[in-house]
């Protein structure tokens, strides 16, 4: 065996590369790790992906499309923009397709943000958010949750004429609270108009709260406010990345000047068409994964846990510090979960069978379940 190269880094006198100072502050988003008990089994609660295979009417599009794979996909996305369309009720011209919302996200910010400009967001948050924005060159304004709910007072004063975008995450990852219609008519009211609103509803199937607001409803008559959405949760299409934003043609057209092109490819372009036309089928599945949800949710109580609600795939532990032990804990019954150091941990919801076996570790944690 051959010894391997040294690290160009260690070799101070070599000139290399100019990187951007941008990415200086950035660290490379993090995938959960993957886990496996001692006899094997893995459950995969960590990314709160579907647990459900693809239906046989998305693999049979996506058998079909594979085999035009040698070709360029449309650029346009014409076919599945004219199926959003038709099933949203939103014209066509108000529709951006992009590699996953995070890719939509990222061309809102190459279409609106620049250094020197800002990116407003709760935290904690989705963690594309800093990322994407420090990639962007603009600043990244964080404003701390309040009861692990987005704080809209705050964020409204931490608003200046150097804000260019908001992310509001509703429901919000990682903690699964949702803002109320009111409540974020009454923050969109305080935003300038000339700085966009983006309303992520990664995760709005499974809202069951008659307060949430579809974000669609809120776009007349607010030309700064985009909604996005995605194929990879409630849809089921989370290794296809592909996921769309609605929002004012003329915010749209700077979208698709933005797309880096061919990034969506026509296998998920074909699979987001049949999982739409497929709709009943995969909200049924939805309505088995919000069960569930209320169920784990339950059986944590009687254990002891102190939990509040959440109206998407996923719970929000708050453990404090013992969030890292309590994740090791359930990696090793092979139950991965997704732990924030010093904070908490946030479990997807799985089969019925993955929950069970996350509810078997959490009932074994040492500790004495914490009390926040
Ligand atoms: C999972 C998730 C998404 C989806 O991202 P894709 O790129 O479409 O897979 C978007 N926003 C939030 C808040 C999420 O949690």
Known sequence: MSAPPASAASDAAEQLPRIRSALDRLVSYKQGESVRSPEGHTFPLSANESPYEPIPAVVQAIHEAALGINRYPDNSCTDLISEISARFAVPEDTIAVGCGSVGVSQMLLEAVAEPGGEVLYAWRSFEAYPILTRLSGATPVEVPLKDEAHDLDAMAAAITDRTRLIFICNPNNPTGTVISRSDIETFLDRVPADC???????????????????????????????????????????????????????????????FLPFSVNGVAQAAAIAALRSEEALIARVETTVKERERVHHALTEQGWRLSSSSANFLWLQLGDQALAFARHCAATGVAIRPFAGEGVRVSIGSPAENDAFLAASATFPTTPSHP
Do not use: C, M, Q, W
């Open 196 to 258: 966009l609103v983006v309303i992520d509803e990664a995760y709005i199937e499974y809202v069951h709260d008659d307060e949430a607001p579809d974000g669609l409803t809120l776009r007349p008559g607010r030309p700064n406010v985009v909604v996005l959405r995605t194929f990879s949760k409630a849809y089921g299409l989370a290794g296809l990345r592909i996921g769309f934003a609605v929002g004012h043609p003329t915010v749209v057209e700077a979208l698709r000047k933005a």
